[in-house]
T-cell receptor, first 111, second 117 residues
Framework: DQQVKQNSPSLSVQEGRISILNCDYTNSMFDYFLWYKKYPAEGPTFLISISSIKDKNEDGRFTVFLNKSAKHLSLHIVPSQPGDSAVYFCAGMDSNYQLIWGAGTKLIIKP | GAVVSQHPSRVICKSGTSVKIECRSLDFQATTMFWYRQFPKQSLMLMATSNEGSKATYEQGVEKDKFLINHASLTLSTLTVTSAHPEDSSFYIC?????????????FGPGTRLTVL
């Protein structure tokens, strides 16, 4: 049973436009949600998190929205830049600090 | 932000040998460290969770005698792949979470690419 789902394996966006990466989850006990960015052959880099008691968190070009009733979160990147091309993982964190990962979405920013 | 390092970044070894991978938290005390393995085209798989000073908790299907984890201090955890075989070749990543302001986030190391010949 996949507790965290990223249904889009890949996403292509024009440079300068908004990138929206989606994530759905089934476990209502997650305390936090985190987004990570990963380049090939490197470890994931933490991007932004959101507490389950909030519905929005913003950090520069990155904003994460959480809709608890729909069990859905999204990461918005605006404006998208070529360096944003990477694989993005969303993860839910439970009270034991365990991360449950989605399968990732490959974001391609076109010049 | 918090920094986690891994050493070595790449290692090549012969089948049957053992390889040790270090994971260090550089500027915070890591009360809990996690070890992940990444398979090609798949997301990360959690192998084990270790708390400082206690035995690691392994995920189902992970051989604890093959993947030895030691978390002897608040800044260092090691993963030893014993009697490595080609199927153990993978990308191993550690992460750490700690006290104070670092308790609600995992900070990841850069990963170690293991190739077993």
């Amino acid at each position: 049973d996949q507790q965290v789902k990223q249904n889009s394996p890949s996403l292509s966006v024009q440079e300068g436009r908004i990138s929206i990466l989606n994530c759905d989850y089934t476990n209502s006990m997650f305390d936090y949600f985190l987004w990570y960015k990963k380049y090939p052959a490197e470890g994931p880099t933490f991007l932004i998190s959101i507490s389950s008691i909030k519905d929005k968190n913003e950090d520069g070009r990155f904003t994460v929205f959480l809709n608890k009733s729909a069990k859905h979160l999204s990461l918005h990147i605006v404006p998208s830049q070529p360096g944003d091309s990477a694989v993005y993982f969303c993860a839910g964190m439970d009270s034991n600090y365990q991360l449950i990962w989605g399968a990732g979405t490959k974001l391609i920013i076109k010049p | 932000g918090a920094v986690v390092s891994q050493h070595p970044s790449r290692v090549i070894c012969k089948s049957g040998t053992s390889v040790k991978i270090e994971c260090r938290s550089l500027d915070f005390q890591a009360t809990t460290m996690f070890w992940y393995r990444q398979f090609p085209k798949q997301s990360l798989m959690l192998m084990a969770t270790s708390n400082e000073g206690s035995k690691a908790t392994y995920e189902q299907g992970v051989e604890k005698d093959k993947f030895l984890i030691n978390h002897a201090s608040l800044t260092l955890s090691t993963l030893t792949v014993t009697s490595a075989h080609p199927e153990d070749s993978s990308f191993y990543i550690c992460s750490a979470t700690g006290t104070g302001g670092f308790y609600n986030e995992q900070f990841f190391g850069p990963g170690t690419r293991l190739t077993v010949l």
